[in-house]
């Protein structure tokens, strides 16, 4: 059984350019959370999809936005990148309709922003 | 407001030699308590999920607590594989799917 998996896993973009994350969720899971990981430091959310729509939000800019598609898979879009977003971005997924349990990580997507 | 400290922020042992990180927290209706461990460059890797004050739980040479305050992950003769950065995460209120993440204890442990 595959666990949740994320493309790229490392990614090198310039200022101001876009960028797009891929996640695809555990089996059975309906629920894919994003979240930021800067070097030394604990994850911190971004945002939350569920049937296709942002259902919670973090403390990010609109700069970062996301899409979830019917078959629960998701993907992270950061426009007019900055050095600061230079993070691992990590994928969660779950079962809301097993109240959330069975949280997973991906290994996450390594970003460098030169 | 929601928030999850951890300490110390790194601690190294000489192999066999026990201790303890600390994760406390200040939450709006604690739903779930979470220990992670995550190697460089991987995602966090599920350990154990406490739910009410007084319950542990144990896994080979780690032990985690709750009390109303904190949480204590207890290692007990660790040994170099368990060289790693070991988060906290709270589930708070309403929030089943939202997890608030501590900075996270580096463990180094030397042979």
């Known amino acids: 059984d595959a666990g949740v998996t994320q493309s790229p896993t490392h990614l090198i973009k310039t200022r101001g350019q876009q960028v797009t994350l891929r996640c695809s969720p555990k089996s059975g899971h309906d629920t894919v959370s994003w979240y930021q990981q800067a070097l030394g430091q604990g994850p911190q959310f971004i945002f939350q999809?569920?049937?296709?729509?942002?259902?919670q939000r973090g403390n990010f800019p609109d700069r970062f936005s996301g899409h979830q598609f019917p078959n629960y898979s998701s993907e992270l879009n950061v426009n007019a990148l900055l050095l600061g977003d230079s993070a691992l971005y990590l994928c969660a997924s779950s079962s809301r309709r097993q109240g959330g349990y069975g949280y997973t990580f991906g290994s996450g997507t390594r970003l460098t922003v030169v | 407001e929601d928030q999850v400290t951890q300490s110390p922020e790194a601690l190294r042992l000489q192999e066999g030699e026990s201790s303890s990180l600390n994760c406390s927290y200040t939450v709006s209706g604690l739903r779930g308590l979470f220990w992670y461990r995550q190697d460089p460059g991987k995602g966090p890797e599920f350990l154990f999920t406490?739910?009410?004050a007084g319950e542990e739980k144990e896994k080979e040479r780690l032990k985690a607590t709750l009390t109303k305050k904190e949480s204590f992950l207890h290692i007990t003769a660790p040994k170099p594989e368990d060289s790693a950065t070991y988060l906290c995460a709270v589930q708070a209120g309403g929030n089943f799917n939202k997890f608030y993440f501590g900075s996270g204890t580096k463990l180094n442990v030397k042979p």
């Open positions: 406490l739910y009410s």
């Open positions: 999809y569920y049937e296709e729509e942002e259902r």
